[in-house]
């Protein structure tokens, strides 16, 4: 049973034209993640929930947002996705954080941008 | 130097041989150590914690070394569907740092 659920697993959309991805996850967990990873490269942390506490991290540029309306859901918005935004996002929840808290991943979306 | 470096491979390595790979970082504040999984095109599973006692979960084995800070994964008898991509993934003041990851191909 998927616990961690991204939708949708490929999207494609033109060079500024704004896109949302959607993660949500019966898990309960407090903890939500956004990753961008890019091919042969680490997963990259872009911004985390914990609660309705929102954590950006230093260097995610501002074109990246976030809102998570409620424990289960998560949404990363691309406010004008540029050739250089095309990746494998990936949303990752955690009971809590610290390192006594693996991280589960959802699928990942896949975006491409024209 | 990153904060956490691998091998990005490719290990190429006969089925049911032994392998073994490192992952080093440069943080002796870090706290938590984990190797996750990732396939091609997927997303990262966890594979295993690691522990300064060491740990075993049926063929893999990983270890800490705290001295020379680094973390080890032995996969004993290697399977076709070890190929993946072994991302090594370490906690430090609530920070996650992610390894890029050592790719490993089991050929037949």
């Known amino acids: 049973d998927a616990m961690v659920i991204q939708n949708p697993r490929y999207q494609v959309t033109q060079f500024g034209k704004p896109v949302t991805l959607s993660c949500s996850q019966t898990?309960?967990?407090?903890?939500m993640y956004w990753y961008q990873q890019k091919s042969s490269q680490a997963p990259k942390l872009l911004f985390h929930?914990?609660?309705?506490?929102?954590?950006n991290e230093a260097d995610t540029p501002d074109n990246f947002q976030s809102r998570r309306p409620n424990t289960s859901f998560c949404f990363l918005d691309i406010r004008s996705p540029g050739l250089g935004d095309a990746a494998m996002y990936l949303c990752?929840?955690?009971?809590?954080?610290?390192?006594?808290?693996?991280?589960?991943f959802g699928d990942g979306t896949r975006l491409s941008i024209l | 130097r990153k904060e956490v470096e691998q091998d990005p491979g490719p290990f190429n390595v006969p089925e049911g041989a032994t392998v073994a790979f490192n992952c080093t970082y440069s943080?002796?504040?870090?706290?938590?150590f984990f190797w996750y999984r990732q396939d091609c095109r997927k997303e990262p599973k966890l594979l295993m914690s690691?522990?300064?006692s060491g740990n075993e979960d049926g063929r893999f084995t990983a270890q800490l070394n705290r001295a020379s800070q680094y973390i080890s994964l032995l996969i004993r008898d290697s399977k076709l569907s070890d190929s993946a991509t072994y991302l090594c993934?370490?906690?430090?003041?609530?920070?996650?740092?992610f390894g890029k990851g050592t790719r490993l191909h089991i050929l037949p």
């Open positions: 943080n002796s504040a870090s706290q938590s």
């Open positions: 690691v522990y300064s």
């Open positions: 898990l309960n967990h407090n903890v």
């Open positions: 993934v370490i906690y430090r003041d609530d920070k996650i740092i």
């Open positions: 990752a929840t955690s009971r809590d954080r610290g390192g006594s808290q693996p991280q589960h």
């Open positions: 929930y914990y609660d309705k506490d929102f954590n």
